[in-house]
């Protein structure tokens, strides 16, 4: 924030200000000193009245100087200034007048009605100066010319007429316009500083804004440069991870297929495999934070990803554990599609909805709600930029988030409650990710009486066909005939991926590296090729792909990745590759997307 103590720009406003108000100071002092001077002739004019034994005339000035001195006491300090003002000219006019009926003028005293103009205009302003000098010397010009006419009566002759009515005027007409021409310098002085004010709130209000910004712009920096360091972390951990995780997730499965339907194996075995499901979904999480990745996106409504979300076996699950909690649906029903990975945005629903219902828990509320933010329009602290966007938020109950958390909730890990109990921390992390991977945003509004998140995407401009939900397959739909190389550096994922191909029908071939399988493959024909991207030191899988292309032309090929898309992996789909699957191994992926690439290659 700006404070004008510490602002230049304000500073010299405040200058402004003090130097306009000194021009009034000094201008008091200036009536105060002439009042002064005034009172000190008057007492020297008594005195020498008083001399000459003229004490009507000691008394008349005296008397006149103890009442300026009294009017200058007021004018001082009390709050009526500009009555004083009008009363000393009120009393000037009467000692002035007095002066020239009595008949002091024809002598050197008329001198000082030369002076009437200019205390008056000075005092009380130009046009009521001016007045006042007209009511004093139009009966006194009158008085004069009369006088003047009648020879041998009166005080003034002709000569005094001609010289004193012409530079009287004068003297009033000088005087006006010199006030007048001070008024207006004075007023628009007062309008260029006005207007200087002016220019100066407005900017100061700019530089506000500006510095708000650059603080609002370096706070998202910082936390994209913590998410992006933390990410770096979460996915080499991930990467680890999903190569042990391989034989606890697909060795289960294939020891149930060696096993009879009666056996008291199968049950701990099938714990097993979805004890490693979830951890392979704990690191999906990670991979998702660490590259900003997902699946193949669809058009899709948001309203019926809800809808399905809300009868699927993860929802159900939740609203088992907390079935008090009310949920609310405010779906708008003429909702843009949009485009994205269903996977991702359902796992990003299903975080949020979680931490709402667990937060509202346990007779709470949460509110589910769609829209649109039409072009032109924005929503409460959002741009209003050109881009239609689809939203959806998640309102609960709870106690909110807490100040002291709000700039730490979508890191890694970071979580309010107690780690392992209920989340690994990585919730609100893959909202985030995600979210921005999508080109999405994302606000966060919090209150003691429930937090509110708030999740923006690009609408697509047209309606896009949706792509079909897979379809459940039997075992032995699965299985197929023909020859596979398999291509991992990993001698665990090596091994799982043969068994299950072998399972399922097909001859297979086994290499380690890019150098070894492209020496295979030049030794033996191949229906299906499987390629891992990352292949240590040597050659990765893009390019081994190109070098099986340029030996045989048309080559089917799988990609196998821990990631679900990267550079290497959208080339390779160049090239030809026919899909990706994801690792750890399963008998339905491997097989699902054998079958659908010889299916496909074959048509």
Not at 136 to 161: H, M, N, R
Not at 326 to 340: E, N
Not at 566 to 592: F, Q
Request: charged fraction near 20%.
């Amino acid at each position: 924030m700006i404070s004008q103590k510490h602002n230049p720009i304000a500073g010299s406003d405040i200058r402004s200000g003090r130097n306009l108000g000194n021009k009034d100071s000094r201008r008091n002092t200036l009536t105060l000193a002439l009042g002064s001077i005034a009172v000190v002739v008057l007492l020297v004019v008594a005195a020498s009245s008083l001399v000459k034994g003229d004490v009507t005339v000691a008394t008349i000035d005296c008397s006149a100087a103890i009442f300026i001195t009294i009017l200058m006491l007021l004018f001082r300090f009390s709050p009526y200034e500009k009555l004083c003002r009008y009363i000393g000219v009120v009393m000037m006019y009467c000692l002035y007048a007095y002066l020239f009926f009595s008949g002091a003028g024809e002598g050197m005293t008329y001198m000082w009605h030369y002076t009437f103009p200019f205390f008056a205009t000075f005092l009380i302003g130009a046009r009521h100066g001016a007045l006042a000098t007209l009511i004093l010397f139009i009966p006194t010009f009158i008085y004069v010319v009369e006088d003047a006419l009648t020879p041998g009566q009166g005080y003034y002759s002709s000569t005094f007429a001609i010289r004193f009515i012409p530079s009287v005027s004068v003297a009033l007409l000088f005087s006006y316009l010199f006030e007048r021409e001070r008024d207006r310098f004075q007023q628009q002085t007062l309008e260029a500083y006005r207007e200087q004010e002016k220019i100066i709130e407005e900017r100061t209000t700019q530089l506000k804004k500006e510095i708000k910004d650059r603080e609002l712009i370096s706070s998202q920096l910082r936390q994209s440069q913590k998410m992006e360091a933390l990410g770096v972390m979460a996915g080499g951990v991930a990467h680890d991870l999903n190569n042990i995780l391989a034989g606890v997730v697909s060795y289960p499965e294939l020891i149930r297929l060696s096993l009879p339907d009666d056996s008291p194996l199968l049950k701990p075995l099938e714990t097993i495999e979805n004890a490693g499901k979830r951890a392979a979904a704990v690191v999906d999480d990670m991979l998702t934070i660490a590259r900003n990745v997902a699946s193949v996106k669809e058009s899709v409504n948001l309203n019926d990803l809800i809808a399905d979300f809300l009868t699927s076996p993860e929802w159900l699950r939740i609203r088992k554990i907390y079935p008090e909690v009310r949920v609310s649906q405010r779906l708008d029903p003429q909702l843009a599609l949009i485009s994205c990975s269903q996977v991702h945005i359902r796992k990003c629903l299903m975080n949020l909805l979680y931490n709402g219902v667990e937060a509202s828990a346990p007779l709470g509320q949460v509110t589910i709600s769609t829209g649109i933010k039409k072009k032109g329009k924005s929503l409460p602290g959002e741009d209003s930029g050109g881009t239609q966007h689809v939203y959806f938020t998640v309102q609960d109950s709870g106690p909110g988030i807490g100040s002291e958390h709000l700039d730490h909730i979508f890191e890694p890990f970071y979580t309010t409650k107690k780690m392992g109990h209920s989340g690994s921390g990585l919730g609100l992390s893959v909202v985030w990710s995600t979210v921005k991977e999508h080109g999405g945003e994302i606000r966060t509004e919090d209150s003691p009486h429930g937090a509110c998140f708030k999740i923006l995407f690009p609408a697509l401009k047209k309606e896009v066909l949706k792509t079909e939900k897979a379809v459940p397959v039997l075992f032995e739909s699965l299985r197929g005939k023909g020859s596979l190389l398999l291509v991992d550096d990993e001698p665990e994922l090596r091994e799982i991926g043969s068994k299950i191909a072998e399972i399922l029908g097909y001859s297979v071939h086994v290499a380690r590296s890019g150098e070894e399988a492209v020496e295979i493959f030049l030794e033996h024909d191949f229906d299906i090729v499987v390629l891992d991207m990352l292949l240590g030191d040597g050659m990765n899988g893009r390019e081994v792909y190109q070098q099986m292309l340029s030996i045989k032309p048309g080559q089917k090929a799988i990609i196998a990745s821990g990631y679900s898309t990267s550079m290497d992996v959208e080339k390779t789909l160049e090239l030809g590759a026919h899909s990706i699957i994801k690792k750890p191994y399963s008998i339905e992926n491997i097989g699902l997307a054998i079958k659908k690439c010889l299916i496909h290659s074959n048509s």
